[in-house]
């Protein structure tokens, strides 16, 4: 006797079977892309329609209040939507809806839809017309889309196929794994940055530690600046700790915080320094400093890591290594990289600032010292009031 299965049973074996068969590779893709959209400043379009439009709204909540990356959907505006339609035509509503907001070259549009657009059959004609403008001005594309992905699929920067299990349910499977992977998207370790409300209250925050991230050179000991820029000393000789750093790192774990050196030696990728020679000076500050961990990234801008400041991928690995409250702890620099590193970890930072010839941080630091004994002060001073303020809620 063959036992037939109900609907519900039928329905979450093929929801089953989309997991089984989702890109893992090119999820983690679209996250590394949503990470360095942030660092550098860039704006998160979400086009869709239909209910892939209803998916969209509900994104832009996540991504903004998660994910901290400045995002918008035209179709949460009825007004500007429907009168674009009215007047301009249905499609060309959301490349216009584009060329107002002045999409760049640092944005990146996310694309939730069934099918992905397709011109030549009057299908979603409004999202080939916003990416052919998109790439005309080199902003970045992720498609998360149904069927064979469409115009999205060529064009994508990154495409996330939600496959087809069942022919029948297309519409609601492509649907509902937007969202878990969006969803997933927001939880990425490389792009959450705040903590959501039941799994905060679940993982009390007394069980995560605070901490201070130092840069290390130019916070912990001295750089050697050559035209304005600073650079690492050649080795243990040249080697020469900052005035009050002992003592500035003792009030700092006086006070409760965890310690940790987070420091970039491209020149190791660049094969102007070895790696045995940054080690020996490392294991010189773990001697005679109270630091609980250092974490190196020894790429260079070409290598595409996810550990090289401004990227948050030091901090990162402190926080799951060591349990860190990344929202309580700060970050020590005297770049700009240390200090969009903290701000993408959602980290506060204070900048020590020499005066170097560069680029100025993507945002301001929370406090701009002269020294890492007047950052540790303010940390400290910052810590305090936090608590007196919790103690009075």
Same mark, same amino acid.
């Given at each position: 006797?063959?036992?037939?299965?109900?609907?519900? &049973?039928?329905?979450?074996?093929?929801?089953?079977?989309?997991?089984?068969?989702?890109? =893992?590779?090119?999820?983690?893709?679209?996250?590394?892309?949503?990470?360095?959209?942030?660092?550098?400043?860039?704006?998160? %379009? $979400?086009?869709?329609?239909?209910?892939? #439009?209803?998916?969209?709204?509900? #994104?832009?909540?996540?991504?903004?209040?998660?994910?901290?990356?400045?995002?918008?959907?035209?179709?949460?505006?009825? #007004?500007?939507?429907?009168?674009?339609?009215?007047?301009?035509?249905?499609?060309?509503?959301?490349?216009?809806?584009?060329?107002?907001?002045?999409?760049?070259?640092?944005?990146?549009?996310?694309?939730?839809?069934?099918?992905?657009?397709?011109?030549?059959?009057?299908?979603? /004609?409004?999202?080939?017309?916003?990416?052919?403008?998109?790439? +005309?001005?080199?902003?970045? $594309?992720?498609?998360?889309?149904?069927?064979?992905?469409?115009?999205?699929?060529?064009?994508?920067?990154?495409?996330?196929?939600? @496959?087809?299990?069942? /022919?029948?349910?297309?519409? @609601?499977?492509?649907?509902? %794994? &937007?969202?878990?992977?969006? !969803?997933?998207?927001?939880?990425? /370790?490389?792009?959450?940055? &705040? &903590?959501?409300?039941?799994?905060?209250?679940?993982?009390?925050?007394?069980?995560?530690?605070?901490?201070? %991230?130092?840069?290390?050179?130019?916070?912990?000991?001295? =750089?050697?600046?050559?035209?304005?820029?600073?650079?690492?000393?050649?080795?243990?000789?040249?080697?020469?700790?900052?005035?009050?750093?002992?003592?500035?790192?003792?009030?700092?774990?006086? !006070?409760? %915080?965890?310690?940790?050196? *987070?420091?970039?030696? @491209?020149?190791?990728?660049?094969?102007?320094?070895?790696?045995?020679?940054?080690? +020996?000076?490392?294991?010189?500050?773990?001697?005679?400093? /109270?630091?609980?961990? $250092?974490?190196?990234?020894?790429?260079?801008?070409?290598?595409?890591?996810?550990?090289?400041? @401004?990227?948050?991928?030091?901090?990162?690995?402190?926080? +799951?290594?060591?349990?860190?409250?990344?929202?309580?702890?700060?970050?020590?620099?005297?770049?700009?990289?240390?200090?969009?590193?903290? !701000?993408?970890?959602?980290?506060?930072?204070?900048?020590?600032?020499?005066?170097?010839?560069?680029?100025?941080? #993507?945002?301001?630091?929370?406090?701009?010292?002269?020294?890492?004994?007047?950052?540790?002060?303010?940390? *400290?001073?910052?810590?305090?009031?936090?608590?007196?303020?919790?103690?009075?809620?």
């Amino acid at each position: 006797m063959t036992i037939k299965n109900t609907f519900a &049973q039928q329905f979450l074996a093929e929801a089953g079977s989309v997991i089984a068969r989702l890109d =893992a590779a090119s999820i983690e893709k679209a996250a590394s892309l949503l990470s360095q959209t942030r660092t550098l400043g860039g704006r998160l %379009f $979400i086009l869709g329609v239909g209910g892939s #439009a209803a998916n969209a709204s509900h #994104a832009v909540n996540d991504f903004r209040k998660i994910a901290g990356i400045e995002a918008y959907a035209p179709t949460d505006n009825v #007004a500007e939507l429907t009168a674009r339609t009215n007047d301009e035509g249905w499609g060309t509503v959301f490349e216009s809806w584009l060329r107002t907001s002045r999409l760049r070259s640092n944005d990146l549009v996310l694309v939730f839809s069934v099918g992905g657009g397709d011109r030549e059959r009057n299908v979603s /004609p409004n999202l080939v017309a916003a990416l052919q403008y998109a790439k +005309s001005v080199r902003a970045k $594309i992720i498609g998360i889309v149904g069927r064979d992905g469409g115009h999205t699929a060529k064009v994508a920067d990154v495409c996330i196929l939600i @496959p087809t299990v069942n /022919p029948d349910h297309v519409t @609601p499977h492509t649907e509902a %794994f &937007q969202a878990v992977v969006w !969803h997933l998207l927001v939880s990425h /370790p490389s792009v959450k940055q &705040q &903590q959501t409300k039941w799994e905060s209250n679940a993982a009390s925050r007394s069980q995560l530690r605070r901490a201070v %991230f130092l840069d290390r050179d130019g916070v912990i000991n001295r =750089a050697v600046v050559r035209d304005g820029k600073p650079s690492p000393p050649s080795g243990l000789h040249d080697f020469e700790l900052l005035p009050e750093v002992e003592s500035s790192l003792a009030a700092l774990k006086a !006070h409760g %915080f965890a310690l940790f050196v *987070i420091t970039n030696q @491209p020149d190791v990728s660049r094969g102007t320094q070895t790696r045995e020679t940054v080690e +020996s000076m490392h294991q010189s500050l773990s001697s005679s400093l /109270p630091i609980d961990d $250092i974490f190196v990234c020894y790429h260079d801008d070409n290598d595409d890591c996810a550990c090289r400041k @401004p990227l948050p991928g030091l901090l990162l690995e402190a926080r +799951s290594k060591h349990d860190i409250d990344l929202s309580r702890s700060f970050v020590v620099g005297d770049r700009w990289r240390d200090i969009d590193a903290g !701000h993408n970890a959602g980290c506060k930072t204070i900048l020590i600032d020499y005066g170097y010839r560069e680029r100025a941080p #993507a945002r301001p630091p929370e406090a701009t010292v002269k020294s890492l004994r007047e950052a540790a002060d303010w940390i *400290i001073s910052s810590a305090l009031k936090e608590s007196t303020d919790e103690v009075r809620v």
